[in-house]
């Protein structure tokens, strides 16, 4: 870390480069925007602090002694790597390079969004991703965060906001659950039925279906809570329940045969949310890496998401 009095060292060394670079202090003065005072003071201090002499007045103007040479050197390395570090900074705000940290959830994040990666860093070979797969909200500030992938209704007023793809819900069951038992005609087939959902040490809920231009609210419970959709849809794989799951975990299953939907002239409502989004802090929306993600996997997943 440095400390106060080594930055104002560099500062006073700098000064001193820029004489030496000028051949005098009047010339410095004039490069630096700085009173000719000013640079003079700057120039003895530094010599105090060394307790070194670094330059001579000679007949065609400064002379560097040998210490000063070598301090000049020094001082010289110090302005290539700062005018270097501006450069990098500069680049990494016109083309898409560095490190993207993407946060999503556990089941959509492998599901969905790790098979796309390799494509992405072909495309984009100077980024580097640090994909954060997570069941529950993360804070863009605290966990320095990019862009966090986030299911809702309505996203957060603090965050900028890219509307990906819409999320499909449905109602789904084995095929021996759903031999075994009564038929489902109706949502409120439902009530008194085991039914799976997502919600941690939540036994009870209510799902809302929509037909026709009407809404069937149906109360439901299970017996087993958890707050994973991978964990519903192996529960319903099981048998263990009938299940309301965003498409994107069960649609592999539907084709399959593994899982049945059920009531499907219904539109159902789920717990996540309708809308899936990008979300990143304001004042980043032009770095160039960001903007390439959202980009790239909006392109891939607009409207409905290859899932649906």
């Known amino acids: ?78 302005i290539h790597e700062v005018e270097h570090a501006e450069i990098e900074a500069q680049a990494l705000r016109s083309l898409p390079r560095g490190v993207l940290t ?26 580097e991703v640090q994909l954060c797969l997570l069941d529950r909200h993360t804070d863009p500030v605290e966990e320095g965060i990019d862009v966090l992938l986030r299911l809702c ?52 809920t209510t799902w809302c279906f929509r037909h026709a231009g009407e809404t069937y609210a149906v109360p439901v419970a299970t017996r087993v809570s958890v707050n994973s959709s991978e964990a519903v849809r192996d529960f319903a794989l099981q048998a263990m329940g009938f299940a309301l799951l965003p498409c994107f975990v069960i649609a592999a299953d539907l084709r399959s045969g593994l899982l049945e939907r059920l009531l499907p002239a219904y539109e159902v409502t789920g717990q996540l949310g309708r809308n899936l989004y990008a979300l990143h802090l304001p004042g980043r929306s032009a770095s160039p890496k960001i903007k390439a993600f959202v980009d790239f996997v909006r392109a891939r997943w607009f409207p409905h998401g290859a899932w649906s």
Not at 2 to 15: I, K
Not at 115 to 121: I, Q
């Open 1 to 78: 870390m440095v400390n106060a009095r080594t930055f104002h060292r560099a500062r006073l060394m700098m000064t001193f480069a820029q004489i030496a670079a000028s051949g005098g202090i009047s010339a410095a003065a004039a490069a630096l925007g700085l009173d000719k005072a000013a640079v003079s003071r700057q120039l003895r201090e530094l010599e105090d602090l060394l307790d070194v002499r670094l330059m001579h007045r000679g007949a065609k103007g400064m002379v560097l002694t040998e210490v000063g040479t070598l301090v000049y050197e020094r001082a010289q390395r110090v």
């Open 102 to 127: 993407v946060s999503a959830s556990v089941a959509f994040g492998k599901l969905h969004l790790v098979p796309l990666l390799a494509d992405f860093m072909r495309l984009y070979p100077d980024i």
């Open 153 to 204: 209704d309505v996203p957060p007023d603090h965050l900028v906001a890219h509307h990906l793809c819409e999320m499909n819900y449905v109602v789904v069951a084995s095929p021996s659950l759903v031999q075994s038992s009564p038929p489902i005609e109706t949502p409120q087939d439902l009530e008194n039925r085991s039914c799976l959902f997502y919600g941690f040490k939540t036994r009870t």
